[in-house]
T-cell receptor
Framework: DQQVKQNSPSLSVQEGRISILNCDYT??????FLWYKKYPAEGPTFLIS?????DKNEDGRFTVFLNKSAKHLSLHIVPSQPGDSAVYFC?????????????FGEGTQLTVNP | NAGVTQTPKFQVLKTGQSMTLQCAQD?????MYWYRQDPGMGLRLIYY???????DKGEVPNGYNVSRLNKREFSLRLESAAPSQTSVYFC??????????????FGAGTRLSVL
């Protein structure tokens, strides 16, 4: 049972254009969402997050949108740069008092072409 | 500031051999985690330790054991390695658990092959 799903294994965009990465979840107990970026031979690094009380969070070129009714979140990168080429994972955390476990999606490989 | 350090970076085992993956963090984090990453399956939680002295099973604990040696160190042991355990293993840590934002910080990974 995949509670966090990234339906696009890969995405290719031109430098300077917008990249939109999507993520769907099924567990209505999730209330905090994160995006991680991963380069080859490195560990994932935290990129941006959003709480369920918000519908948008922005950090420089990166914006995350949350649609709770649709159980959908997306990451927008504008403008995209070649250095953004990486695997992007979305993750979700349930509201609970212990553990704070993250559930990750399968990842989307983003390629930004010069 | 090293963050989360994993050793070794690479390992090849024969079926039935045992080994321990080491993880240490220098951020004074309370919680530590072990994940495995397989193609097309994202990161799956094996075990985690919410605080020093406690460990709990994650999504895929079978075939593994863990030890939270102290606040800094969290090891993952394969008692009898199987080819299905061929994977990339990541250790992570976070400042605290509970309702607080759980931003986890990851090590660089251990690439394990079981022949």
């Amino acid at each position: 049972d995949q509670q966090v799903k990234q339906n696009s294994p890969s995405l290719s965009v031109q430098e300077g254009r917008i990249s939109i990465l999507n993520c769907d979840y099924t567990n209505s107990m999730f209330d905090y969402f994160l995006w991680y970026k991963k380069y080859p031979a490195e560990g994932p690094t935290f990129l941006i997050s959003i709480s369920s009380i918000k519908d948008k969070n922005e950090d420089g070129r990166f914006t995350v949108f949350l649609n709770k009714s649709a159980k959908h979140l997306s990451l927008h990168i504008v403008p995209s740069q070649p250095g953004d080429s990486a695997v992007y994972f979305c993750a979700a955390q349930p509201q609970e008092t212990s553990g704070s476990r993250l559930t990750f999606g399968e990842g989307t490989q983003l390629t930004v072409n010069p | 500031n090293a963050g989360v350090t994993q050793t070794p970076k690479f390992q090849v085992l024969k079926t039935g051999q045992s080994m321990t993956l080491q993880c240490a963090q220098d951020m004074n984090h309370n919680s530590m985690y072990w994940y495995r990453q397989d193609p097309g399956m994202g990161l799956r939680l094996i075990y985690y330790s919410a605080s020093e002295g406690t460990t709990d099973k994650g999504e895929v604990p079978n075939g593994y054991n863990v030890s939270r040696l102290n606040k800094r160190e969290f090891s993952l042991r394969l008692e009898s390695a199987a080819p299905s355990q061929t994977s990339v293993y990541f250790c992570a840590s976070s400042r605290r658990t509970g309702l607080a934002k759980n931003i986890q910080y990851f090590g660089a990974g251990t690439r394990l092959s079981v022949l």
